[in-house]
């Protein structure tokens, strides 16, 4: 590993810790989901849930079209996905986009692999564990924020739109 890698690499080794200073903005709860932005192919895309329990970043197949990406983009997926209920899922197939994840003045900016999926959902994107790895981030149900650190060793705090999230639960 050469010493540019190493430093890049500790300076993503910080602490991601969640205060009573994080509540401040929370209205109570019951479990809402954290729902987050990101900007991808220069647009702000809403509506993007963070779902730890998940093994694939996805897109749908509605913000693909949103985005006015080519369906010429897309690599051939052959594996299989499957939906909560246990259902396949048609995969379209998989492309990378670079993806930014910013709360006012910080921003990190990654390639996310995204599976495009044919099935209907409340949501734009799932950001699933790869990226959340990828990112080293944390995401606080309890606190309705996820953490990351920038390329710097800082820490990017990102707010999930809780009323947007208690919408989108009330339509699942």
Known sequence: MSIEAQEADEALDVNLVF???DLRDVVPHNNDPVVIS???VGRKVHRVLVDQGSSADVMFWTTFNKLQLSPSQLRPYTGCLYGFAGDQVEVRGHLELRTTF???AASRIENIRYLVVNAPSAYNILLARPTLNRLRAVASTRHMKMKL???GGKVITIKSYQK???KLMEIK
Do not use: Q
Request: avoid cysteine.
């Open 19 to 21: 205060t009573k200073t």
């Open 38 to 40: 990101v900007v991808t």
């Open 102 to 104: 910013t709360y006012g």
């Open 149 to 151: 650190p920038d390329l």
């Open 164 to 166: 947007e999230a208690k």
